[in-house]
């Protein structure tokens, strides 16, 4: 369910980095201070390019502790949550992501992300579930909010059009709705957890499978056995689904299908 929102910004701003510092910048947006600084971020750049996500958040906190004054301390905090999620590091995913929001109180993306990681992460019978459905609540809600007062002209650094821009907010409140679904299952609160989903796909302008997946298992668990074959048989039908969605799905196809078929005691 990731967004690609973070790439993007990451192409479009650092393109614009000059050779030197005295260069005039490609394009308008942040700009280096000094020829010291053009360095460190093309170290953060290098690294991001090299898919090397532990190079590039040891660059990205080099340039926010040695130029504080950085123009492109937005840019580096997010390229940082996203490193930290791309390499699987949880805990280091909702440092930076909580830095963002300190940072700047308006970024809805980054709340919703968070609310996204700290479902896929949250257990039924881990001893802080309600204080993580408490987080997923407040980001995803406070996301949802933020989302609805956002600006329709892209953020510097977006790499498309206000029509792009539009759908990577749609796709956001999709998954703000997504993690809310998640936390409506670990409550066993099957009926508000179905409505989630079905909002997180009516939001999503590019429909996710794994939402769809997510829905037949709640549908399952609400004894809604005939919705949940169908939605299944919806995913198995997205030829460029990933395999372990289409077998997820498969599996929650065939659990409804059995207990649709064993009698009511």
């Given at each position: 369910m990731r967004i690609p929102f973070i790439a993007q910004v990451t192409v479009a701003i650092?393109?614009?980095?000059?050779?030197?510092?005295?260069?005039?910048?490609?394009?308008?947006?942040?700009?280096?201070?000094?020829?010291?600084?053009?360095?460190?971020?093309?170290?953060?750049?290098?690294?991001?390019?090299?898919?090397?996500?532990?190079?590039?958040?040891?660059?990205?906190?080099?340039?926010?502790?040695?130029?504080?004054?950085?123009?492109?301390?937005?840019?580096?905090?997010?390229?940082?949550?996203?490193?930290?999620?791309?390499?699987?590091?949880?805990?280091?995913?909702?440092?930076?992501?909580?830095?963002?929001?300190?940072?700047?109180?308006?970024?809805?993306?980054?709340?919703?992300?968070?609310?996204?990681?700290?479902?896929q992460h949250t257990r039924e019978n881990d001893l802080d579930k309600e204080q993580s459905l408490k987080k997923i609540d407040d980001y995803a809600n406070k996301g949802l909010d933020l989302i609805k007062t956002a600006p329709d002209t892209p953020p510097p650094g977006f790499n498309g059009t206000a029509a792009d821009y539009a759908a990577f907010k749609k796709d956001q409140a999709g998954l703000a709705h997504g993690a809310l679904g998640q936390a409506g299952e670990l409550q066993k609160k099957y009926p508000e957890a179905i409505e989630q989903y079905k909002a997180a796909l009516s939001q999503d302008a590019h429909p996710n499978p794994t939402t769809m997946a997510f829905l037949a298992r709640a549908y399952v668990e609400n004894k809604q056995y005939d919705e949940a074959i169908a939605t299944a048989d919806k995913v198995l039908a997205i030829g460029d689904a990933p395999a372990p969605v289409k077998q997820f799905a498969q599996a929650q196809k065939d659990a409804a299908a059995k207990l649709k078929a064993t009698p009511a005691k």
């Open positions: 650092f393109m614009a980095l000059p050779v030197v510092a005295q260069q005039p910048a490609a394009q308008p947006g942040p700009h280096p201070k000094s020829q010291k600084e053009v360095e460190a971020l093309q170290k953060v750049q290098a690294a991001a390019q090299a898919s090397n996500w532990d190079a590039e958040i040891a660059a990205i906190n080099y340039v926010l502790e040695n130029f504080v004054d950085t123009q492109f301390k937005p840019t580096l905090l997010s390229m940082a949550m996203d490193a930290a999620q791309r390499k699987g590091d949880y805990p280091q995913t909702v440092v930076w992501g909580e830095r963002i929001i300190q940072s700047d109180p308006n970024d809805f993306s980054a709340r919703i992300l968070l609310a996204a990681d700290i479902a």
